[in-house]
C-alpha cells in the first residue's frame, strides 16, 4: 500500500527565512510525484510534477527536488503570500489515483 | 476562475435529503474525479472516471453515487448521508494517465450534514 508522509505538520516562517519540507513516501512503481499548493476555501494549485530521482523544478522563490524515498519542497525567502498548506502526492503507474499526504501548513509572518 | 467549476459552494442538508454536486470541467480532459477532503486527514479518492467509464470505486458507501454522463460533466448524487460526512467535495480533471499538468482541481462544495 502506498505512503505519503509529509514533515512538518506546521511550519512558522518570517519573512525572508528559507526552510524545506519534506514528504516522504513509499509507493510501487512511481509515475510522478506531485507538489500542490492549497488556499484555504480552495481547491489545491498544482505546483510540480517530478519523475525521476534527481530530477528538480523550480518556480519563482520554490524548487522541488526528488529522491528514491523522498522529495523536499525548499522555499527560498519566503513572502507572506506563500502561506498556505503544500500538498504531496504519489502516483503509480498501474493506477490513476494520486495518493496524497496530510500535509504541511506553511505561515509566513511579515 | 479556474478550468473545473464545482456548484454549489457550500451545501448544508439533512440527513433526509437528496442532493446533487455538479462538476464541469472546460480543459478537454478525459478522466475525472471525485475526493473527499476532511479536517486532519489526507484527501481520499472516492470514484475515478476515464473516458466515462467507473474505472474505480474506493469502498464509497452507496449513500454516494457517481454519475459522469460525458466527458465534461461529473456529478455526486448524495442521499441519506450522516453527519460524519461533512466535508469538502473535490472534483478534478485530468487527461487519461494523469501525467505532466497533474490533476486539475476545483474549489470544491463543502458540505454540512444536520
Known amino acids: 500500500e502506498d505512503q505519503v508522509t509529509q514533515s512538518p505538520e506546521a511550519l512558522r516562517l518570517q519573512e525572508g527565512e528559507s526552510s524545506s519540507l519534506n514528504c516522504s513516501y513509499t509507493?510501487?512503481?512511481?509515475?510522478?510525484l506531485f507538489w500542490y499548493r492549497q488556499d484555504p476555501g480552495k481547491g489545491p494549485e498544482f505546483l510540480f510534477t517530478l519523475y525521476s530521482a534527481g530530477e528538480e523544478k523550480e518556480k519563482e522563490r520554490l524548487k522541488a527536488t526528488l529522491t528514491k524515498k523522498e522529495s523536499f519542497l525548499h522555499i527560498t525567502a519566503p513572502k507572506p503570500e506563500d502561506s498556505a498548506t503544500y500538498l504531496c502526492a504519489v502516483q503509480r503507474y498501474s493506477g490513476y489515483a494520486l495518493n496524497f499526504g496530510k500535509g504541511t501548513s506553511l505561515l509566513v509572518t511579515p | 476562475e479556474t478550468g473545473v467549476t464545482q456548484t454549489p459552494r457550500h451545501l448544508v442538508m439533512g440527513m433526509t435529503n437528496k442532493k446533487s454536486l455538479k462538476c464541469e470541467q472546460h480543459?478537454?480532459?478525459?478522466?475525472m474525479y471525485w475526493y473527499k477532503q476532511s479536517a486532519k486527514k489526507p484527501l481520499e479518492l472516492m470514484f475515478v472516471y476515464s473516458l466515462e467509464e467507473r474505472v474505480e470505486n474506493n469502498s464509497v458507501p452507496s449513500r454516494f453515487s457517481p454519475e459522469c454522463p460525458n466527458s465534461s460533466h461529473l456529478f455526486l448524487h448524495l442521499h441519506t448521508l450522516q453527519p460524519e460526512d461533512s466535508a469538502l467535495y473535490l472534483c478534478a480533471s485530468s487527461h487519461l494517465g494523469g501525467g505532466g499538468d497533474g490533476y486539475t482541481f476545483g474549489s470544491g462544495t463543502r458540505l454540512t450534514v444536520v
Open positions: 509507493v510501487s512503481g512511481l509515475r510522478g
Open positions: 480543459l478537454g480532459h478525459n478522466a
